[in-house]
């Protein structure tokens, strides 16, 4: 499956943004999505994941009440709605498929996933 994300810009502390990722050349309701983010200098880490259905969601702790994944199967893309959104959110913003089935967890590996968009930049001003 091709991903690309986009909706990444500059915004404020206390702002918000919505990314959107759209799938093509696969089948989107039998993937697991997630977003991932990496800032400068620092590894790619979890930011959240959501199963194939859209029913269940897990947050990293850093963004868990402020940031909010979902899905629209019938349109292939996956969201990413950020709120209160703070400098140390600051990042390039990669959303991930995987064909594994969708297991819970505390966080969850970039190995995990095999297909992968370009990144969105998303800047957090103070």
């Known amino acids: 499956v091709q991903l690309q994300a986009f909706g990444g810009g500059l915004v404020q502390a206390g702002g918000s943004l919505r990314l959107s990722c759209d799938a093509s050349?696969?089948?989107?309701?039998?993937?697991?999505m997630a977003w991932f983010r990496q800032a400068l200098g620092k590894e790619r880490e979890f930011v959240a994941t959501i199963n194939r259905s859209g029913s269940v969601t897990r947050y990293a702790d850093s963004v868990r009440g402020r940031f909010t994944i979902s899905r629209d199967n019938a349109k292939n893309t996956v969201y990413l709605q950020m709120n209160s959104l703070q400098p140390e959110d600051t990042a390039v913003y990669y959303c991930?498929?995987?064909?594994?089935?969708?297991?819970?967890?505390?966080?969850?590996?970039?190995?995990?996933?095999?297909?992968w968009g370009q990144g969105t930049l998303v800047t957090v001003s103070s």
């Open positions: 050349g696969g089948t989107f309701n039998l993937a697991v």
């Open positions: 991930a498929a995987s064909r594994r089935p969708f297991y819970t967890a505390s966080t969850y590996s970039a190995d995990d996933f095999a297909s």
